[in-house]
């Protein structure tokens, strides 16, 4: 059956508002996800007149006007997350730096191993944080019909799914830095004795003043190593079982070629992430780098100031963070509002091209 466009006379006053109606009334599926159909959009009476093209084209054009000033406030709210996720990349950076060039001694004991292991321990938190924000993205992905929402939560999730992995890769570099227990021997060769009647040099057997200590570091850095590996493990079996679901609705008969593209699109997507844990999980499970050029810190001033410079810088990340995601979920609800109104412009100007002017 044709459609047919028509509003009574009470809406007149408001030719945008007119348009709305005829046009949401047929678009039920661009409405953002949990958004309640507005009452003016129920079916007309019969015997209402179809709008006239000079109020479709009035429409047309306040839509698109609107359209830009959403555009703008879209392209206002990615600067944003642009620069929050700048300033964080440059203090995990400037933190990263900092503790991977430096080591525990007898005076620290373990305070730069624990600094490092809360650090990692805070990339952790906020790999996570990351993931449930993209979580709440795919759930919109899967519910989403609307082509203009979907482009723009497919950029979203990407841009998210790198920085979950450029946190995992943070996480995993420092915890390779930190000190394990292969090298340092229980005991050690001390001076040369005369020993005997004939005058015999031999080397005396000295237990190593840093092995206990070189214990206990190493005791901390196998608690995060060891918590990492099974993050990374959980990551990984996660990913393999979406693998599996994508690659099975893939499999099933009656696909539109759209939704094939959407599930290949996927299968690649989560063979990429999978590819990126092993990687990971490989280089943690890879031989500690040698330390030898890494002085351990013998003064604690040294160290409060470091920690100080570490905590500030990380606090200061986490503000950036907070607004980011504040940012993503504003970017989220704008993003659906405006491919609502795109796929309502492309309705009304389709109709304009089946309703020439003069017929």
Known sequence: MKPSFKFSSRHTGSLLFAGAVWITALLP????????????????????????????????????????????????????????????????????????????????????????????????????????????????????????????????????DDSVGKMVDAAVGLAVSMETDEGHEKYIQGSNVIVGRRGFGVHETLRNPDYEHNKREAAVSEGVRKNLSTALAESRKRLAEDLRRAGEALAEPGLTEEKKAQLSQEKERLSALLAERAGQQDDLGAAAPSTAGTAGIENTKAFSSMEDIIQETAAEARRHFNRLLAAYQDLSGESARLGALKAKLDFSENWLQSHPAGK
Not at 94 to 114: E, F, Y
């Open 29 to 160: 599926a661009v409405m953002p996800c949990g958004a309640q159909e507005p009452a003016a959009a129920v079916k007309e009476p019969a015997g209402e007149q179809e709008p006239s093209r000079t109020e479709v084209e009035q429409y047309t054009g306040e839509l698109r006007q609107l359209i830009s000033r959403k555009e703008e406030n879209v392209t206002s709210l990615i600067n944003e997350i642009r620069t929050h996720d700048k300033a964080i990349q440059a203090a995990v950076s400037k933190v990263i730096s900092l503790l991977s060039a430096a080591a525990d001694s007898q005076r620290t004991g373990t305070r730069v191993a624990r600094l490092k292991a809360d650090t990692i321990a805070g990339l952790e938190r906020a790999a996570k944080a990351y993931a449930q924000k993209r979580n709440q993205i795919a759930a919109q992905l899967r519910e989403a019909d609307n082509a203009y929402t979907r482009a723009d939560l497919f950029k979203v999730r990407g841009v998210l």
